[in-house]
């Protein structure tokens, strides 16, 4: 049998970082360290009257190397914290209709259960025994029960049998057979057989009751009508659902029968439908389906019986979510994103749009995506995530059209004694066009303006989705290592209207190469970076965008493609979301257009490349698989260029940096990659 070298094992070994000196002093920079003394909040959930926010505050464990939660209770006037619930890893916090109870998912009895808290009291009791994880919890509005999601599993198809076992005999478990189109997810792996299902319990506890059935998902969130005689959801349940993943439609289900009444009947996706607090309007998000790459999310509002249907946000060219009834029924807030920057809105029935809230940001911390969540109270006080580009996402309140206030300062004492890296917009002009394209540099810490540093082009993924000036742990690493880091929005990226994200619709990449090396130009001519030190890494989308780059331009002199697609034909067919992909961003099959999709694949252009490269990906990634990454750096030893792979145990796409271990690992490999090829710190 023929043993090839273990190349993967001496790249490891190569790019491992000497152990270290215990340190003399308190050191000034952000280090891989850390990471492990980051905080975030998630999901805060402001009282009905205004007076108290319910939060998830999120946590990096050093000794378990993974991220934990807790509850905590904010007032909203003093700003004093009060734990909640501290084990069991809790998540969902849900306010009763009168403010007097918390709905949550745990785990602390060993597997995620329904808790419910009194606040008078501090008595917390466990009111289900499910058999898998609620989501997506939603309060009676009389307060009495809970709507919940739950997969119910079901046995998986069947093939044939094996020879009777004999009794005590150690034979092989069962074949697996597969009989769906999508039968694995990033974050679930495998399919297990079964479906996300609709049910009830009473909020005092007692046994779950099943409302939906069938061979269908049933999608959050929910909402109960007025009377609490049904409760609205979203499902695809048409025969061709896995071939359709822009289908689902607003559904109402009785309580009572568990009757289906399907409110919505347009070409495209319909969801995130809430009840007006009269109960004779549905919010709801969605949008007619023209099959293009990118389409805004619009709001849209309906009569209770899913007539006289308005789209209310078609003058505003973003794409909108999370909706919440003012409590007056005449307005809904809404999330948004705008140039970078995510917002809140009250968006009349007359289809006014108002900004309310600015500043949110998302809870992860190693790059700076767009995002945030948000909760309304019934006088119009706005919780919120909200930070900013050397501060994690903390509680913010805005009331009464004020200035948003910061409620928690989770991060100040770690991260206050630090001198990190700055971040500064970067005016940016597109070569191919002349279009304004969205940027941000950041500077080392102890930045010395007489000087010129390395420069580290870090491209981000989607590639429909954003970056603005938010914390960000990969670029605070990247520049305490001594580079300048510069990041982008290249044509595609959303926020900036429908037009400009489709300008990559089934041309991708393209002209968003011409872009980035713009922003690469623009950095340079800011007179701060030396040209002859460019480096340039990026994940996912921006893998594929950092493959395609070398493949295109000897400039860099090192690159680091995080979990990239390198051949479009082979990714459309072993991706989770395979159907998606291939309609929406090729609109045909690789056997339909065959050239069409190596046209537009980086290993096409492997036989250019002669940049030094790392190739990252996670073992258990779903989205790009693991195949993809090693395509490329087989072709690039194959072609002798200098090349590592590394591989994140037991990560997927999304969580490529969820253990904060592995985060600061990656990140010190692809220095340890750069350093090796003249980057590293300025003398």
Excluded at 5 to 21: D, K, M, N, S, V
Excluded at 128 to 147: E, F, H, M
Excluded at 539 to 564: E, H, I, N
Aim: net charge neutral; glycine share 10%.
């Amino acid at each position: 049998m023929i043993r090839p070298r273990p190349l993967f094992a001496a790249a490891l070994l190569a790019l491992a970082p000497a152990a270290a000196a215990p340190p003399a002093a308190p050191e000034r920079h952000f280090t891989a360290q850390d990471l492990f003394g980051l905080e975030a909040a998630v999901d805060p959930q402001i009282s009905p009257d205004g007076s108290r926010i319910v939060y998830v505050r999120k946590s990096n464990d050093l000794m378990t190397d993974r991220a934990r939660t807790a509850l905590w209770l904010v007032d909203t006037k003093t700003g004093t914290q009060t734990p909640l619930v501290t084990s069991g890893a809790p998540s969902s916090p849900r306010w009763s209709p009168d403010g007097t109870r918390i709905a949550y998912a745990s785990a602390e009895g060993g597997s995620p259960q329904l808790y419910v808290r009194w606040i008078a009291t501090g008595t917390t009791a466990r009111v289900t025994g499910l058999p898998a994880a609620p989501t997506s919890l939603a309060w009676s509005r009389d307060g009495a029960r809970l709507a919940l999601l739950m997969h119910v599993r079901e046995p998986g198809p069947t093939l044939g049998h094996a020879p009777p076992r004999p009794e005590g005999a150690q034979w092989a478990p069962p074949l697996e057979v597969i009989d769906k189109l999508v039968y694995r997810g990033d974050e679930g792996g495998y399919a297990t057989g079964g479906r996300d299902h609709l049910f009830v319990v009473p909020a005092d506890g007692g046994a779950p009751r099943q409302l939906t059935f069938g061979d269908f998902d049933d999608e959050g969130p929910l909402s109960w009508d007025a009377g609490d005689r049904a409760i609205l959801l979203a499902s695809t349940r048409t025969r061709d659902a896995e071939r359709n993943p822009n289908s689902a439609d607003v559904y109402a289900v009785d309580v009572a029968s568990g009757a289906l009444t399907q409110l919505t009947t347009r070409k495209g996706p319909d969801g995130d439908a809430i009840v007006s607090p009269d109960g004779t309007r549905i919010a709801f998000l969605g949008f007619e389906d023209r099959y293009l790459g990118n389409q805004n999310v619009r709001l849209s509002v309906m009569d209770r019986d899913g007539g006289n249907l308005r789209v209310l946000t078609a003058g505003l060219d973003r794409s909108v979510g999370a909706p919440r009834w003012a409590a007056d029924g005449r307005a809904i807030y809404v999330s948004y994103d705008d140039a970078g920057v995510t917002k809140v809105a009250r968006v009349g029935l007359d289809g006014r749009v108002s900004d309310v809230a600015s500043g949110l940001v998302q809870s992860s911390f190693d790059r700076p995506y767009t995002g945030g969540s948000f909760s309304v109270a019934r006088d119009g006080t706005i919780a919120f995530t909200g930070g900013g580009a050397t501060r994690p996402a903390d509680v913010m309140l805005v009331r009464g059209g004020g200035s948003p206030r910061r409620l928690t300062r989770l991060n100040e004492e770690a991260l206050s004694a630090k001198v990190l890296a700055q971040v500064r917009p970067l005016a940016v002009t597109s070569a191919f066009d002349k279009r304004p394209i969205g940027a941000w540099i950041v500077t080392p810490p102890d930045f010395d303006p007489a000087k010129k540093y390395p420069m580290i082009l870090e491209i981000h993924g989607g590639p429909f989705a954003a970056y603005g000036p938010s914390f960000s742990t990969d670029d605070q690493l990247y520049a305490a290592a001594g580079y300048v880091v510069v990041y982008a929005n290249p044509r595609g990226s959303t926020s900036y209207g429908e037009d400009f994200a489709n300008q990559i619709h089934h041309s991708y990449p393209a002209h968003d190469y011409d872009d980035l090396m713009s922003v690469v130009d623009a950095a340079i001519a800011d007179g701060h970076v030396d040209k002859d030190r460019l480096f340039v890494t990026g994940g996912s989308g921006g893998g594929l965008l950092t493959a395609w780059v070398v493949g295109k331009t000897d400039r860099f002199k090192a690159a680091a493609a995080q979990k990239p697609v390198i051949d479009w034909a082979s990714f459309v067919l072993t991706a989770d979301q395979t159907s998606f992909f291939a309609r929406y961003w090729f609109g045909n099959f690789p056997w339909e257009d065959a050239a069409g999709y190596w046209a537009r694949s980086p290993l096409s252009l492997v036989g250019n490349v002669k940049t030094p490269t790392l190739v990252v990906v996670g073992s258990q990634d779903y989205r790009t698989p693991v195949t993809q990454a090693e395509e490329f750096y087989t072709a690039l030893r194959l072609r002798g260029v200098p090349s590592a792979l590394v591989k994140v145990p037991g990560a997927n796409h999304e969580d490529l940096a969820g253990r904060p271990s592995q985060s600061a690992a990656k990140a010190s490999a692809i220095l340890s990659w750069f350093a090796r090829y003249g980057g590293g710190p300025v003398p």
